[in-house]
């Protein structure tokens, strides 16, 4: 079984943020997968896809505390956070739209990464990261917290949902059990 986790903060007033990415890019695997949102547990809501063996989770812990939640889900679901653990999130180290897939990694500047880090006591897990760096956050024109928590601009939602699209395609083959290095490769060949 798999754990895949999108992060962002739960409330429409974060809905169609830089930080809710994460959210965004479960929510279309969901949909690709054909599964819903139905059930809340250990602080998040749950879509379960038993025919792909993968659970689908959004912490509703708010981004800082999304390691409470993932804590929880693995132990109850009895997922090992190393081989079965993928955790999806929006990075404004890498340009809007970029895509980067890793199986271990320093949580950088992304709150919710550290809070992850340090409830599971490891940097061990996999992760999908999503290019949120606008030139208005990269010339320094806004505060860093500021730009996560505003609504992604008009301009760059055709490029995000490229991006969504492939981390979806990524997810899917990961999901499949093609091995790690080859979805790797063909996401950063193809899709930067």
């Not at 994460?22 to 602080?43: H, P, Q, T, Y």
């Not at 981004?63 to 993932?70: H, I, R």
């Not at 490891?122 to 320094?140: E, M, S, Y």
């Amino acid at each position: 079984m798999m754990l895949i986790v999108g992060l962002g903060n739960p409330g429409a007033k974060y809905k169609d943020t830089y930080h809710n990415i994460g959210f965004k890019l479960v929510d279309a695997l969901a949909e690709r997968l054909g599964v819903k949102f139905s059930k809340n547990i250990c602080d998040a809501k749950v879509a379960e896809c038993k025919k792909a063996d993968v659970i689908l989770a959004k912490p509703q812990t708010f981004m800082n505390l999304s390691g409470e939640a993932v804590k929880k889900l693995l132990r109850t679901y009895d997922i090992d956070a190393q081989s079965q653990l993928i955790v999806c999130y929006d990075d404004v180290d890498l340009p809007i739209g970029k895509l980067r897939l890793r199986e271990e990694g320093s949580a950088g500047t992304h709150k919710g990464m550290r809070s992850i880090v340090d409830e599971l006591g490891t940097q061990g897990f996999c992760r999908l990261r999503v290019g949120a760096r606008t030139p208005l956050l990269a010339d320094g024109e806004i505060a860093l917290i500021d730009f996560v928590l505003s609504k992604i601009d008009y301009q760059y939602k055709e490029q995000l949902q490229a991006a969504l699209n492939n981390g979806v395609l990524a997810l899917e083959d990961l999901i499949k059990g093609i091995p790690f290095a080859r979805v790797q490769e063909k996401l950063n060949r193809y899709c930067n």
